[in-house]
């Protein structure tokens, strides 16, 4: 998992950094777009400037061109020299309508040399019989006018704003009046602006929007704005670009400049307005993005592809990483469970996996050493009957005998593919089932494991110093044919353990067949042990005709209880033409709808150790045959002080292999028995 | 710049020994002095219209000129009216000097109202609209300069001028002026312009002679004389 794991923190770290720089992309790219936009404001401001004063220019020579008007100017004239005749008024207002009939003005006024009103006329030409006689000379402009410039100005005027061109009217060497001309600084005006310009433009007086191309609410915030920058506007002549809003849809660039002329005075303003991009960040590129963004040119196979590749290779790693050995591993681990192997191969797996497996293999081998596989069988036949095998491997003050109870936290070990749930699993102490050898065929002997190192006996066998015992010199063995063999009687058998049942008194002068250990052959079964699911391999063609159920493994040899014979021989080994009789099949237990977990085959298992018969089970099937001899010689009155353990099984084992050698057979079995009165041995080829 | 010269001729001893003495004088102003307008650049500054010579305007500026003798002993008050008018978006006159005590009323002669005020006094002459044709009438009881303003046209711009002596003058179109009537004694001579004293002068009024100043005011806060 060590890669998807990496892959999990690349494409996280990889999402950080897209999100990151998704987050922070736009930030200079929105930066440099405000400046773009900033900039382009104050182009429109100073293009502005330029159009409002060639307007004013046109203004006033429109008044110059009006205020040669000689009907007009004779009128004036008249006027001014204190002519009150409404006939003048008259033609002045004539006058003014036929030029306001082309020209669309908001007002037109003649005045007099003393800045009296002579006529006016507003837009629709219409005359305002009221004004004759006002004076406006006090405005700026007119009195210029009055004294001979020609002249423009802005100004507000009854909330309205205003600009004003005014040129003297002169009649012949004198000044006779002044013609004005007033334009509203109006819609039209701003209409025409934001055609010329690009921009919204909006005319605000006294703080409120007087015209306006667009009916932004931003505006309202703007007069605060123009309070807090009256040091730049002094300076620069104009404010900054300032960012106003009143909503996410509604940002604007506003640079405000006063109305030139008095009218800046009145606080007018002349507002230019830029739309702001729409937000500023990823929220704002992913708001301002369109439908049409991903329409055209964008590139949907890239980040497809990228997408199906992060997808592939995420699904790759994990299926590399975690899927394959996992199902890898569910399929050993059934076939484990099936009986179909004998313990996990780790090499496939890697990282946790193997180490998962190594543990499996590790609980197994364990189990093989202490016989715990015989805890599975006997799971299979009873799940609440403890293997006796591991608690006759367990140190005796650790495992319980079946006659007390275990204590409750005692669990035999579980293998993969049980059935058994734990609390079923665990010891009950029920009654041990007794095994009888007599109704299984005598277990193969394998040969290879004779010939092995003893110094790699393994922690079974007796005590170092036991072993060491043996002392050179001593009394060479009789030969195992001459060996005299006492009768055995049953009050001479070792005492059954605690929780066995008693034995079976043996007839007097029974031979004694000192059963196979396990993995020498194929050993008794005990009668609950579940025959083997047909699809495990079968380990070796079986020549009994008798059914052969696999051993036990790890069955002990002190579990297997001799059953009396009759004669030298058991009925087992004296029945058959090796001197093994086939015995009658096993009833087939009835496991109903238990889980069966089966008995490896030898041959798994013998794969399983690598070296064939297990050595320790071989060297206890000698301690066996020889603690059984001298057992026998002491009841047959013999010394037995000169019969060392390591002469003895010296002996077995080079008869072993001189029989093997000699006969072909695959193994060999020892059997104590009574001759004469004294304790014989005999050694029986096994065959099969 | 060509700044005008006031000269002030004596009359003659014989009268200047039989009463208290007067002061005569011409004052200048330079030619460059602002115009109500010019606080208000245009787009365009004005052009001159090519055809006739630039005639002088309407309202000389003479108008808005009041020269003041200060002295320890001069006081005086008057309770009487004087009136402003507002006609055609303009003070009329610009500038009124009076004295402590004196009503002026300031009278709408236009059709539009006006707001008129004086900034920084609101306490007793706020603004205050007055229709038109319709007046308002301020009690100024201190003396000082008060200016007047309108709040629908920045270019109108008047004062009223309160004096605690009436040793004052205003010039003609030419700026010729006599203030008679002056005791002997040491005085300063001040020159009141648009709003504010634009030059200040020590002058000793001898007793039974006539004094004649020449003042040549500059535009700005008040100086010394040259």
Redesign the interface.
């Known amino acids: 998992v060590v890669l998807t794991k990496a892959w999990l923190v690349v494409v996280g770290l990889a999402l950080a950094i897209v999100l990151a720089l998704a987050l922070v992309v736009p930030r200079p790219a929105m930066r440099e777009l405000e400046k773009e936009q900033v900039a382009r404001l104050a182009h429109v401001q100073h293009a502005s400037q330029l159009l409002l004063k060639v307007d004013a220019r046109s203004k006033i020579d429109y008044a110059a061109h009006l205020s040669g008007d000689v009907v007009l100017a004779g009128a004036l004239d008249e006027a001014s020299r204190g002519g009150t005749d409404k006939g003048l008024h008259q033609t002045a207002l004539e006058r003014l309508r036929v030029f306001n009939s082309q020209l669309k003005m908001a007002f037109l006024v003649a005045l007099d040399a003393h800045g009296r009103v002579l006529a006016r006329v507003t837009e629709n030409g219409e005359g305002d019989a009221q004004a004759w006689g006002d004076s406006m000379a006090g405005f700026p402009v007119i009195a210029d006018a009055l004294r001979g410039y020609r002249g423009e100005d802005a100004v507000a005027i009854g909330g309205k704003l205003y600009r004003l061109a005014a040129s003297p009217v002169i009649k012949h060497d004198r000044y006779a009046g002044a013609l004005v001309i007033g334009m509203a600084a109006g819609d039209d005006l701003a209409k025409r602006m934001h055609e010329s310009l690009g921009a919204e433009v909006a005319f605000m007086l006294h703080g409120k929007v007087v015209a306006s191309t667009t009916s932004t609410p931003a505006l309202e915030k703007l007069p605060a704005e123009l309070d807090k920058r009256a040091e730049e506007i002094a300076k620069q002549g104009h404010t900054p670009a300032v960012a106003l809003e009143s909503g996410a849809n509604d940002r604007w660039w506003a640079m405000a400049t006063p109305v030139a002329g008095e009218a800046a005075a009145q606080d007018a303003w002349y507002v230019l307005l830029l739309p702001r991009t729409a937000g500023t960040g990823l929220g704002g590129l992913v708001h301002a993005a369109g439908g049409d963004d991903f329409k055209s040119g964008y590139p949907w196979i890239l980040v497809i592809m990228v997408a199906l590749v992060a997808l592939a290779g995420g699904i790759a790693i994990v299926w590399w990483e975690s899927e394959s050995p996992m199902a890898r591993l569910r399929d050993e681990v059934g076939r484990l469970a099936a009986g179909e192997l004998p313990r996990l191969d780790d090499r496939p797996f890697r990282g946790r996996f193997a180490q998962v497996v190594r543990s499996i293999n590790s609980t197994l081998d364990r189990l093989v050493r202490s016989g715990g596989v015989v805890g599975v069988t006997t799971l299979s036949a009873d799940r609440n009957m403890p293997a006796p095998s591991l608690r006759e491997r367990e140190p005796a003050s650790r495992v319980p005998t079946t006659e007390e109870p275990l204590p409750a936290s005692y669990e035999p070990m579980m293998i993969a593919g049980q059935a058994a749930p734990v609390s079923e699993a665990k010891v009950a102490a029920p009654p041990m089932p007794k095994l009888q050898v007599e109704s299984q065929p005598l277990p193969k002997f394998p040969l290879e494991a004779l010939d092995e190192d003893p110094t790699t006996q393994d922690e079974h066998l007796p005590a170092p110093s036991s072993r060491a015992a043996a002392k050179p010199g001593l009394p060479a063995l009789p030969q195992l044919d001459a060996i005299p063999l006492d009768a055995v009687s049953s009050k001479q058998r070792p005492a059954p353990r605690p929780g066995q049942p008693p034995a079976t008194p043996r007839a007097p002068a029974a031979q004694v067949a000192t059963p196979m250990p396990v993995g020498m052959g194929r050993a008794a079964a005990p009668p609950s042990a579940p025959a083997p699911k047909p699809a495990a391999p079968k380990p070796a063609p079986a020549p009994s005709p008798a059914p052969r159920k696999p051993a036990p493994f790890g069955l002990p040899m002190e579990e297997l209880e001799i059953a009396p014979s009759s004669g030298l021989v058991t009925n087992a080994v004296a029945a058959g033409p090796d001197g093994i009789a086939p015995l009658p099949p096993p009833p087939a237990p009835d496991f109903g709808d238990e889980t069966v977990v089966s008995q490896p085959s030898d041959d798994l298992i013998d794969q399983s150790r690598g070296t064939g018969v297990h050595k320790s089970d071989l060297e206890a099937y000698f301690r066996k045959v020889y603690q059984d001899f001298v057992e026998l010689k002491r009841k047959c009155g013999e010394p037995t002080e000169n019969v060392t353990f390591e002469k003895f099984v010296g002996k077995l084992r080079d008869n072993r292999e001189q029989l093997i050698k000699k006969l072909g057979c695959k193994s060999v079995k020892f059997q104590v028995y009574v001759k004469d009165g004294r304790a014989a041995l005999k050694a029986t080829p096994v065959r099969d | 710049m060509r700044p005008f010269v006031l000269a002030i001729a004596l009359f003659s001893p014989s009268l200047a020994l039989a009463a208290p003495t007067e002061v005569r004088g011409t004052i200048t102003l330079p030619a460059n002095a602002r115009?109500?307008?010019?606080?208000?650049?245009?787009?365009?500054?004005?052009?001159?219209?090519g055809?006739?010579?630039?005639?002088?305007?309407?309202?000389s500026p003479m108008s808005e000129v009041v020269v003041v003798l200060e002295g320890p002993t001069t006081s005086a008050s008057w309770s009487g009216n004087i009136t402003m008018e507002l006609?055609?978006?303009?003070?009329s006159p610009r500038v009124v000097p009076v004295l402590v005590g004196t009503t002026v009323e300031f009278k709408n002669?236009?059709?539009?109202p006006y707001t008129v005020f004086s900034p920084d006094n609101g306490a007793f002459f706020g603004k205050e609209e007055t229709p038109g044709g319709k007046s308002r009438k301020i009690k100024f009881l201190a003396p000082g300069v008060f200016p007047v303003r309108t709040d629908?046209?920045?270019?109108?711009e008047g004062a009223v001028l309160v004096l605690k002596s009436n040793l004052y003058a205003r010039p003609d179109d030419r700026g010729a002026f006599k203030i008679d009537n002056v005791p002997e004694g040491k005085y300063t001579l001040r020159v009141f312009f648009r709003g504010s004293f634009v030059h200040e002068q020590p002058l000793e009024v001898p007793a039974r002679r006539a004094v004649d100043v020449v003042v040549k005011a500059a535009p700005g806060p008040a100086h010394k004389a040259e």
């Open positions: 115009a109500p307008g010019d606080r208000f650049p245009s787009f365009w500054a004005r052009l001159e219209n055809l006739l010579p630039i005639a002088p305007p309407l309202v006609a055609g978006a303009d003070f002669a236009d059709r539009t629908e046209y920045p270019h109108m």
